[in-house]
């Protein structure tokens, strides 16, 4: 690590440090000495390129992004298609607030099971089980001819959905070089909005097919068998091999990430890992899996890094967006659009595009300040959408609007989703994701699992209530209350959530040792940044660790 303030001329570093006279002090100069060596060399892996196998490796896991993407979104056109194919009568409005929240349901329990087996069986393990349940949930619901087994058949999936979307980002940020951790995290958000765009575009091409619905449920399975074909060839998470012994092994899976590295790079790199593991095991050997989860919530760094990231997941999904993805159809058909999937089509698409923006300049211009440049354009959409909504007319007790065709305020209520979808997308959409690199190695992966929890948490509240809000408190009333948790929002943001963009993991956890860190990791990343820039200038090489 590099300590603050360390840029001190000669004169000061002569005063700060005499010469050691002693033996003891000539064995403490020889330790920090060969300690700066490896910090220095396993800084400069960062210089290298980021190989393809690395790609390739984020790619074939963020199939399990497409699937939860996939799955999450298709319900929006089933919802709208449906008619009495099930108990042979039209669902009710409570009915499809079960069907819909508990995939979301289903995927809060999957989390909180993968987060209790990644670390024991590893990261891959958990993917493999979600592709099963993905299947078995497809094939349940394509099946279903009742309200009860189509619920039974979205809890099953979302149990798929659960340990998918808890596992994965854990999976590529431990594979990740430092320097390209966002966009390989965002290429998992572009597979989750990718599959989102597949399920409106698939939904919209059987809306007119009898019994489309099923086909549209069942298709999700196929993405599932691609990627348990697929995930063989991808590696372990070196972090989990080496946390579980098997260094050789995570030796051998960091000369693939980086390829172009010295063997004294990958020496440092693999030191730096093996010593955050065996400081963890020491922490987590010394109680049960409670007192990990204690640790989590007790110790203050680990909480904060919890508090952290959680609450941007949470105004992640009370943002409203979900609200949209789960009901656009509904929405747009309430409002006049006579093939509400297809003009649903638009506003995946366009969160698709956003996603990967996010991914280009996430890594560049830094995550905090992408998040505060875009946030109160949320809250603004959201109250356009909200003053556009008491322009039309609607019985909220048959959920139907009073008048026919597609009045101003109808394009307008279309303009601005648009507009809110285009922040929300670039922004909050796939940062919260990324959030699983703030916490520490011994509880990452509980850690990772709440902040999957609390997505799906939040997730439940809004896909089991938006109908019921909209006639309680009016379409207006429902959009205002988001534009509302988008404000707050941004106040959240600019307190609580820190600058970890660059650092490596090993670092972040320094950060939340400094409070909620957002003055202190400005400071460390500032400090990273001119050491590799002195480095790079003056072409210094790096120095060799004696043996």
């Known amino acids: 690590m590099w300590p603050l303030n360390s840029k001190k001329d000669d004169n000061d570093t002569k005063i700060a440090n005499p010469e050691p006279e002693t033996k003891d002090d000539l064995e403490s100069a020889h330790i920090e000495k060969i300690d700066a060596s490896i910090d220095n060399i396993a800084t400069s892996i960062d210089n290298l390129p980021v190989s393809w196998f690395v790609w390739l490796a984020a790619l074939t896991a963020s199939m399990a992004g497409l699937l939860f993407g996939y799955d999450t979104g298709i319900i929006s056109g089933v919802l709208v298609v449906l008619g009495d194919s099930l108990d042979g009568r039209p669902a009710t409005s409570s009915e499809k607030e079960m069907i819909t929240s508990l995939c979301s349901g289903g995927a809060f329990i999957g989390a909180i099971f993968a987060g ?160 955050a593991c065996d400081q963890a095991r020491e922490i987590n050997e010394s109680g049960s899996r409670f007192s990990k989860i204690k640790k989590l919530h007790t110790v203050p760094s680990n909480l904060r890094a919890l508090v952290s990231a959680c609450g941007l997941m949470v105004i992640s999904q009370l943002s409203g967006f979900n609200a949209l993805m789960y009901y656009s159809a509904t929405l747009f058909s309430l409002v006049g659009f006579d093939n509400p999937t297809a003009v649903g089509l638009v506003v995946a698409g366009t969160n698709f595009i956003m996603t990967f923006v996010n991914m280009m300049v996430i890594d560049g211009m830094g995550r905090r300040k992408l998040l505060l440049s875009t946030v109160w354009g949320m809250s603004v959409g959201m109250v356009a959408i909200a003053v556009a909504f008491r322009w039309i007319p609607i019985n909220m007790e048959t959920m139907e609007v009073t008048t ?19 922040f929300y997308g670039v ?121």
């Not at 798929?160 to 958000?189: D, F, Q, S, T, W």
């Not at 026919?404 to 285009?422: K, N, R, Y």
């Open 116 to 275: 209790n087996t990644a670390d024991r069986f590893g990261r891959k393990m958990a993917i493999y089980l979600g592709c099963v349940l993905f299947i078995a949930g497809a094939v349940l619901q394509a099946a279903a001819y009742t309200i009860v087994q189509m619920a039974i058949g979205r809890l099953v999936i979302g149990f798929g959905v659960g340990c998918g979307a808890m596992v994965l980002p854990l999976y590529v940020a431990e594979i990740a070089p430092a320097k390209a951790r966002g966009k390989l995290i965002g290429l998992n958000n572009m597979s989750i909005t990718g599959g989102q765009v597949i399920s409106y575009a698939i939904g919209a091409a059987f809306a007119s097919v009898p019994h489309g619905w099923r086909y549209m449920v069942g298709l999700g399975g196929v993405p599932a068998v691609v990627l348990g074909v697929l995930m063989p060839f991808c590696p372990e998470s070196p972090r989990h091999l080496a946390y579980n012994g098997r260094r050789d092994e995570a030796r051998v899976v960091l000369r693939k990430i980086y390829a172009k590295a010295t063997e004294d790079q990958i020496d440092a790199v693999l030191l730096s890992i093996c010593t």
């Open 404 to 422: 026919t065709g597609i009045s101003p305020a109808a394009i307008a209520v279309l303009v601005f989703i648009i507009w809110f979808v285009v």
């Open 427 to 547: 922004s909050v959409g796939n940062t919260a994701w990324m959030s699983t690199d703030f916490f520490p190695l011994e509880v990452r992966a509980m850690g990772t699992m709440w902040l999957t929890c609390s997505n799906w948490g939040a997730n439940v509240i809004i896909s089991s209530t938006f109908l019921s809000m909209m006639k309680a408190w009016t379409t207006s009333g429902a959009f205002g209350f988001f534009a509302a948790i988008c404000g707050l929002g941004y106040i959240w943001i600019y307190f609580f959530y820190p600058e970890v963009s660059g650092l490596v993991l090993e670092e972040v956890k320094e950060v939340f040792e400094h409070g909620f860190g957002v003055d202190y990791a400005r400071q460390l990343r500032k400090e990273r940044k001119d050491i590799i820039e002195e480095r790079m200038k003056t072409q210094e090489k790096p120095i060799a660790v004696g043996h």
